[in-house]
Each structure stands twice: as C-alpha cells, then as structure tokens.
C-alpha cells in the first residue's frame, strides 16, 4: 500500500471535518482594509495582529468605511451611537472595550459521488472584553458551539460546549505603546489573518494534508508574547507552549512563531512568516513530529476598489528516522498558497475570487486545488451577509475527488 493511500481516509476526513465543523471564528479579519490606507491593524483592534475584539475607534471605521450608505447626504465622517457598543445603549468608559459576535449558516454541500447535504449550522455566539488598567490589559472570549471548535473548548460534552478561544494579559510598552508584552492564549502570529480561515493555507497541522494551522477558529495556543506596531513596520514573535485545553501533555505542540511586515507605502505591505513547532506524540500520526513552517505573503491596493492578498508557505515534516514504516521518507516537504482579489464595486459590497492549492508534507502527496467566489455585503449598521461558492479537487488518493461546497452566512456584532 503507497503512502497516498495510508493517507486516503484521514484526507477525505480533513475534507468534510473543514467544510462540515471549522467553520466558526473570529469576526473582522479584513486584510482587505488596506485599500483605505489601513496598513496595520492597531488602531482598530485589541489584537495587534488583527482579528477579534474591535476598539472604539475600529467600531466608528466598520459604520464609516465597512457598510453600504444609501443616501447621498449620509455623513460619513461622523457614525454617531450607531456604531458604537449596542448601538449605544450602554455606554462604555474608555478603559473598557466589549463585544459580541452571531454567525450562523446554510450549507449545501457534496464529495465525490456522495449526495449532497444541506444544513443549518451555528458558527459563533461569543462573546469578548477587555479591561485597561493603565498600561496593563485583560483580555478574553466566552462562548457556545454546538458542534465542532473542540481545541477551543471550556467544558467537555459530546454537543453543545463552552469554548474561549482566546485569554490573555497584556501590557503596552514603549512611549508610544508600540509594543505589547502578552501572555495567554492567542491567535498564531503567522502570514496574512482573514475571515476565510478554512483556506488551505490556515487548516491545522494535526490533520494529515493541513497548512500552517493558524485558523482563527480554534488554532490559538498558550504561549507569550512581543508585538511591535511601527507606522511602517509591524510584526509579532511568540513562545509557544502548547494549548492546554487539550490533554495530554504529549499532545501539545511547542515552538515558536512570527511574522514581520513592511508597508513601503500606505496601500502596499510585504511580509515573511516562520514556525517550528515540536510535539511528542502527533495526534495523527501517534509518533514525535516536528514541523516547520515558512513563508512568504503581500497586501496590494492597486486601485482603490481592488485588493490583491497573496500567501505562500513551504511546509515541512520530520518524523525520528526509527518510528517511520520500512520505505517511506522521515522528511517530507510540502507547500500550501492562496491568491485572492477582492473588488468592491460599491462600499460595502465585495465580489471576492480566490485560488488556493496545496501539497501536504506526506510521502508521494499529490496536489490539491480550489477556487471560491464570493460575494459579502455589509447591507446595515453590524450586520453583514456573505454568499459562497468553492469548488476542490483533493488528492485523496490514487485519483482526485471532487468537493463542492455552496455557503450562505449571516453575520451580526454588537
């Protein structure tokens, strides 16, 4: 038996875990706001990196610059309580940021020669705070899953789980607070951070054929720490001590990982992204495992409507020479990218087309492809729909198998 066909199953696997149960996950990911000359991601998220909780200011940007305006005398510049916190109904001090976040979907879906399904699924209901002490920063997330996000976990239920997908303390440093010292449970610093976190690129490390593993969904792990946000240069470099919502020990990856971007003008950003992690037993393949990981990504607005996002990262797999079977490889090498454009057409309305492909870092893995199209519309003030359509050819064995999946989101914040 070749070692394509060892990895068949747990492949097909991968293919309908992704498309069936990842598909939950932090809010605001828009790499695309480069287009409005918003390079980096500070001023309006509590996260350095980008994604999550959004500050006061970054709920005052997503009224003026996310949504659709539908009259002519709409006051762009001055989003009013609409854009704030409820609505405005409970007003918030300054040392305090709250949020909330609904995500629920239709899928129809169909592998290989299988039926389709269809069905209803809730992707997200959480809910996230921070607290500002002075230069001291609490920071967390609490909320319910019905199926899937199980590395997120708080309890341990078959269905119907709490789940924190991220926990941290921080303290800004520095006079202008450019940097912030973290502890806790956190995002990957890795490449480019976007909604679309069941790309190829982003799928987790434990599952045979996966990226990098830094899906916003449930890819966070324990660790520490340093961000620097520059007004041209950003990066981020953490620690990583595994994820401790999950047991045993010998489970938990450690290492480290980082990126560092450099934004030569305010509508152009050029980055590079490692990681090497380590872990003593790989939930897949029962062995030691260390694996890297190593790229390449950019952020273009080369007309204002469009945006151009572009990844690439080698992977790469080492396995202890003595627990490999007779005749198959201890290193292995693979790669995972994506090119997206994202045209917006009216504000607030986007036609997304994406490319993606992928070689797992599996002996004899062949390539695997996909394309999306989508279209997102942020129709009201915290609301915002997204429709799409992705068609793949997974090398899952001796021939590829075709996946298509039809979404259909709804996505609202408080």
């Not at 999550?52 to 970054?58: D, V």
């Not at 997908?165 to 921080?170: A, E, I, T």
């Not at 607030?348 to 599996?362: N, Q, W």
Request: proline share 7%; with cysteine; hydrophobic share 40%.
């Amino acid at each position: 038996m070749t070692s394509i066909h060892r990895w068949a199953r747990p492949l097909l696997a991968l293919a309908l875990s992704l498309v069936l149960f990842a598909w939950s996950g932090h809010a605001h990911a828009y790499a695309w706001m480069i287009r409005h000359d918003y390079s980096g991601c500070v001023p309006c998220h509590a996260d350095p990196s980008g994604g999550g909780l959004l500050t006061a200011y970054g709920r005052a940007q997503s009224e003026v610059l996310l949504r659709s305006h539908y009259t002519a005398h709409a006051d762009e510049d001055e989003p009013g309580k609409v854009g704030d916190f409820l609505f405005g109904a409970l007003p918030l001090p300054e040392t305090v940021l709250l949020g909330g976040d609904y995500r629920g979907m239709f899928m129809r879906t169909a592998v290989g020669g299988a039926p389709a399904t269809s069905q209803f699924l809730q992707m997200q209901a959480d809910l996230e705070g921070q607290v500002t002490v002075g230069p001291v920063r609490a920071n967390g997330s609490l909320g319910y899953d019905h199926l899937g996000a199980q590395a997120a976990w708080v309890t341990s239920r078959p269905m119907d789980n709490l789940v924190s997908r991220v926990f941290w303390l921080g303290v800004d440093l520095g006079e202008d607070k450019q940097f912030l010292l973290r502890a806790g449970r956190l995002n990957l610093p890795f490449g480019i951070r976007q909604i679309e976190h069941t790309l190829f690129i982003h799928t987790p490390p434990t599952v045979p054929g996966g990226g990098v593993g830094d899906d916003t969904n449930s890819g966070q792990q324990e660790g520490v720490s340093l961000a620097y946000s520059g007004s041209s240069v950003r990066g981020e470099l953490m620690a990583i001590q595994g994820n401790y919502q999950i047991t045993p020990d010998e489970y938990r990856q450690r290492g480290y990982a980082g990126y560092l971007e450099w934004a030569p003008t305010m509508k152009a950003a050029l980055g590079a992204s490692s990681m090497i992690t380590e872990v003593q037993k790989d939930p897949t393949l029962g062995t030691p495992l260390i694996r890297h990981a190593h790229g390449l990504f950019a952020r273009l607005a080369p007309w204002k409507p469009l945006t151009i996002l572009a990844e690439e990262d080698l992977l790469i797999d080492s396995q202890p020479t003595n627990v490999t079977p007779v005749g198959q490889s201890a290193l292995n090498v693979g790669h995972a990218g994506m090119l997206q454009a994202d045209w917006e057409p009216w504000q607030g309305l986007h036609l997304i087309a994406t490319g993606e492909m992928t070689r797992p870092p599996i002996a004899k893995a062949s390539q695997s492809y996909g394309v999306w199209g989508s279209v997102a519309w942020f129709f009201a003030p915290h609301a915002d729909v997204r429709f799409d359509a992705i068609q793949q050819s997974l090398a899952l064995g001796p021939s590829p198998m075709s996946a298509t999946t039809i979404l259909v989101q709804f996505h609202a914040f408080l």
